[in-house]
């Protein structure tokens, strides 16, 4: 390879580099939007910073241990808006009578877990390629949310459930502890779990994992049932944020969730990477979306900028020796 | 074991796999003759295709690129900017739009190849990465409203939406890509060697194929023929808009593999694309004709194109599926 980025990444060091370019990339970007706006470090912008990492943080959760397989999960807008939906169509709203409280969070998180499992059924079982197979889900998940809400927006009415957003704790808005919390358990659950371990074998090298005795196929179902759960939390988060469900309320989750991941250093093609990885990634992208904002760079160009940052992330990031073949 | 005579066995054959999506068309076809008859005249026709085409146009596109073993997750996002640069630049250029909206698409399928082969990026991030590129620049460039073509603008698309010998000009323009894809697959170097890419890649590469430059081309025409959807979606919606051609990503690449048309690649074409388009297009009107809610179409897209995968997929190409 002769490219500049792979003769870059090569002259750095390559892996050990690598592994700490997230990093550093992180500090020199709030460094210098701080020397532009000094705003960005008051404590008010701090805390809007965590408040909207809180959705996205959560959903790489999921999204991280797909990529660790080297599979990829398109479902995410999809899953999202099914969770929102069902969590603000079964607690108080204004447009049924239901009123389950809390019941209908926990609805909401099993319905995004159920998802998800489907998916992993649906690749596992039919034998087609994760992103074919969430791609189906996406839209099946999508068309279902915007069916059963009639193509409105509903009103979520319950205080507790829209204290997630509202009521604060040290300072910060309990969505944040719920994004915390949900980024300690996915660390458990890569480091100390034997789930965690056989995740990333299979992303490592699937056919040694098969020889040694792991069951791939449950693992990789199990995989998929545990990001559901993550993007069903994250669809809770974004509905009492938001204080509605509406059709749109997955737009560009997703983008922003490959984003953080794949910039954050865990690596497309498997193995490679982590939930660590997965939250300075999202301060990246959550960064540099406030800071985009304090400049007063037009909103519209976020998409564009976190476009450009997938494509250079993966270039440099890419083990790309070992891949001749690239589909 | 009596496997040989499986259902699955059946859908494996080669020759089933080109006739079943056929099938499906005329027995759709058929259903519908019956229950509403006088649907095979002419007139409805004609209409059944006008509203196919710009699905059609998409789908060949993103056809290059699913023979090719890729996938372009993009086509949606260049066909709404083609929509905005042409109703943002009608009143300044005059017709001189409809190309520089076209090339805009040429030049961001060139992009996606480009990110995919050089930097070696699987196509389907590549071209979600293009494709949150592009939704970026459309937003900016339209402030993120849609933009009406107005009175004078009108004049210029008014060809677009014109009938000739009692043909809408899309069927036409639609046909003309068509063909002019069925002979480039079929009869040029390009052609022959974009489906030896897909069928084989380490023996095209081997047997001396230029695969980067292949595949390269194949991006740049899925993104030209998106872009060109996307003039022609503008100018029978009289609009532009960065969200315009959003929902035409899943039919689109439902209508290729539903047409029989392997997503492992090399095998399938745009002949087997416009069949999949019409029963796309058909099982749409079929669903407001039984009285489906509009909004469960997605559902119903999302399932068919599992299906759809499922039976048309190449599994000894790959020895894991990711």
Same mark, same amino acid.
């Given at each position: 390879m002769t490219l500049l980025p792979g003769r870059i990444a090569t002259v750095f060091g390559g892996r050990r580099w690598r592994s700490l370019a997230p990093l550093a990339v992180l500090i020199v970007l709030c460094i210098l939007i701080a020397i532009a706006n000094p705003n960005f470090i008051e404590l008010r912008n701090l805390v809007r910073l965590a408040n909207s990492a809180a959705v996205p943080l959560t959903l790489a959760m999921g999204l991280t241990f797909i990529i660790l397989m080297g599979s990829i999960d398109l479902s995410v807008e999809g899953t999202l808006s099914v969770s929102a939906m069902v969590v603000v169509l079964l607690a108080a709203n204004d447009s049924n009578g239901n009123d389950y409280g809390w019941w209908a969070v926990l609805a909401a998180i099993a319905s995004g877990t159920i998802m998800g499992l489907i998916s992993g059924l649906v690749q596992t079982t039919l034998r087609i390629p994760s992103f074919m197979a969430t791609l189906g889900m996406w839209f099946i998940g999508l068309g279902l949310s915007v069916y059963m809400l009639g193509g409105s927006a509903i009103r979520l009415n319950d205080a507790s459930i829209?204290? &997630?957003?509202?009521?604060?704790?040290?300072?910060? !808005?309990?969505?944040?502890?719920?994004?915390?919390?949900?980024?300690?358990?996915?660390?458990?659950?890569? #480091? #100390?779990?034997? &789930?965690?371990?056989?995740?990333?074998?299979? =992303?490592?090298?699937?056919?040694?994992? @098969? &020889?040694?005795?792991?069951?791939?196929?449950?693992? $990789?179902?199990?995989?998929?049932?545990?990001?559901?759960?993550?993007?069903?939390?994250? =669809?809770?988060?974004?509905?009492?944020? &938001?204080?509605?469900?509406?059709?749109?309320?997955?737009?560009? $989750?997703?983008?922003?969730?490959?984003?953080?991941?794949?910039?954050?250093?865990?690596? +497309?093609?498997?193995?490679?990477?982590?939930?660590?990885?997965?939250?300075?990634?999202?301060?990246?992208?959550?960064?540099?979306?406030?800071?985009?904002? +304090?400049? =007063?760079?037009? !909103? #519209?160009?976020?998409?564009?900028?976190?476009?450009?940052?997938?494509?250079?992330?993966?270039? +440099?990031?890419?083990?790309?020796?070992?891949?001749?073949?690239? @589909? | 074991m009596n496997e040989t005579f499986s259902i699955r066995r059946i859908f494996e054959g080669k020759w089933t796999q080109g006739a079943i999506p056929l099938i499906l068309l005329v027995g759709l076809l058929l259903i519908i003759e019956i229950a509403a008859p006088g649907f095979m005249t002419g007139e409805t026709l004609a209409l059944l295709f006008a509203n196919t085409a710009v699905l059609f146009i998409l789908a060949t596109g993103v056809t290059f690129a699913i023979l090719l073993g890729g996938i372009d997750l993009s086509i949606q996002a260049v066909a709404s900017l083609a929509s905005v640069m042409l109703a943002q630049l009608l009143p300044s250029l005059g017709f001189a739009a409809f190309p520089v909206a076209?090339?805009?698409?040429?030049?961001?399928?060139? *992009?996606?190849?480009?990110?995919?082969?050089?930097?070696?990026?699987?196509?389907?991030?590549?071209?979600?990465?293009?494709?949150?590129?592009?939704?970026?620049?459309?937003?900016?460039?339209?402030?993120?409203?849609?933009?009406?073509?107005?009175?004078?603008?009108?004049?210029?698309?008014?060809?677009?939406?014109?009938?000739?010998?009692? *043909?809408?000009?899309?069927?036409?323009?639609?046909?003309?890509?068509?063909?002019?894809?069925? *002979?480039? *697959?079929?009869?040029?170097?390009?052609?022959?060697?974009?489906?030896?890419?897909?069928?084989?890649?380490?023996?095209?590469?081997?047997?001396?194929?230029?695969?980067?430059?292949?595949?390269?081309?194949?991006?740049?025409?899925s993104g030209m023929l998106a872009a060109i959807a996307g003039v022609v979606l503008a100018a029978r919606l009289s609009s532009g808009s960065p969200v315009l051609a959003n929902q035409l990503l899943l039919p689109a690449i439902a209508a290729v593999i539903v047409g029989g048309t392997a997503i492992t690649g090399g095998l399938g074409g745009v002949a087997r694309t416009a069949v999949g388009a019409l029963i796309i297009s058909i099982v749409r009107i079929g669903m407001t004709f039984v009285g489906v809610n509009i909004f469960l179409e997605n559902m119903v897209f999302g399932a068919v194109l599992i299906a759809a995968v499922a039976i048309t997929i190449d599994r000894s190409k790959i020895a894991v599926i990711k």
């Open positions: 829209r204290d &997630l957003a509202l009521h604060r704790f040290l300072g910060l !808005p309990l969505a944040v502890w719920v994004a915390i919390g949900a980024f300690l358990l996915a660390a458990v659950i890569q #480091y #100390y779990t034997r &789930l965690g371990r056989h995740i990333l074998a299979i =992303g490592g090298d699937e056919d040694v994992t @098969k &020889l040694s005795g792991v069951n791939v196929t449950r693992v $990789r179902i199990t995989a998929f049932a545990l990001a559901g759960f993550f993007f069903g939390i994250s =669809g809770v988060l974004a509905a009492a944020q &938001l204080g509605q469900s509406h059709a749109v309320i997955g737009d560009g $989750r997703l983008f922003a969730a490959v984003t953080a991941v794949v910039v954050g250093g865990t690596a +497309l093609t498997g193995g490679e990477g982590g939930v660590v990885n997965t939250l300075i990634g999202v301060l990246i992208v959550t960064v540099l979306a406030n800071g985009m904002i +304090l400049l =007063g760079i037009s !909103p #519209y160009v976020q998409q564009t900028v976190q476009g450009l940052m997938i494509i250079a992330a993966v270039a +440099l990031s890419l083990d790309r020796v070992r891949l001749r073949i690239v @589909k | 076209i090339l805009s698409g040429l030049v961001f399928g060139i *992009l996606s190849g480009i990110v995919h082969v050089k930097l070696r990026v699987p196509s389907f991030v590549a071209t979600l990465a293009t494709g949150g590129v592009v939704t970026g620049l459309a937003l900016w460039v339209s402030n993120g409203r849609a933009i009406t073509i107005e009175e004078g603008g009108r004049e210029k698309t008014a060809w677009i939406n014109a009938t000739i010998a009692g *043909l809408p000009m899309v069927v036409l323009i639609s046909a003309v890509i068509g063909i002019a894809s069925f *002979l480039a *697959l079929r009869y040029t170097r390009f052609g022959r060697q974009a489906i030896a890419v897909g069928a084989g890649e380490p023996a095209a590469w081997a047997a001396g194929i230029n695969v980067d430059r292949t595949k390269i081309i194949a991006f740049a025409a």
